[in-house]
């Protein structure tokens, strides 16, 4: 049985093909060296402003970031990164945004991995099952950084309190 994949690490074999190395070594935003003690969480938003926005609000507030440009890529990002918290654009090309929810909590790799689904369209979403599809929660846009924070906050799992007192 191999070692478990450390959060920070990145494992290509898991990596869609079609993303190429340099790009997925891009993909995960950091500011000044790598911490394990910092959550990751995975935008996947297909306009460029929302996903640089989220990132570098999320980041200044403590977090990793990393982006995606469509639901197939946030898949592949999600299997290969392990995120702590997903935040998913409900429409997408390629794979829209249930769409790739159902998938990811499909997988058992990644089926505990909390998924916030973002969308412009409330009502499309209950009526095309979001939550039904495993998100855990679903945010109107416009969405302001910081409700989007709040929202990641509470979904990012947090450790059993040692019951030892010695």
Not at 73 to 91: F, Y
Not at 124 to 148: M, S, W
Request: aromatic content about 4%; hydrophobic content about 40%.
């Amino acid at each position: 049985m191999s070692a478990p994949q450390r959060r920070d690490e990145i494992d290509p074999t898991t990596a869609p093909k079609w993303v190429s190395a340099q790009r997925l070594s891009r993909l995960v935003h950091h500011h000044g060296p790598r911490s394990s003690d910092k959550p990751v969480v995975l935008i996947a938003d297909d306009v460029q402003d929302a996903r640089d926005i989220y990132a570098a609000y999320l980041e200044a507030r403590g977090f990793r970031a990393a982006t995606a440009r469509d639901g197939e890529e946030a898949v592949a990002l999600t299997i290969s990164l392990r995120p702590d918290v997903v935040v998913m654009d409900l429409a997408m090309p390629r794979l829209d945004g249930i769409a790739a929810t159902r998938r990811l909590k499909n997988d058992p790799r990644t089926r505990a991995i909390p998924i916030a689904l973002l969308t412009g369209y409330p009502e499309r979403a209950i009526h095309e099952g979001a939550l039904e599809a495993g998100a855990t929660v679903f945010l109107t846009k416009p969405c302001l950084p910081e409700d989007l924070e709040s929202a990641v906050r509470r979904l990012i799992p947090r450790p059993e309190p040692s019951t030892d007192r010695s």
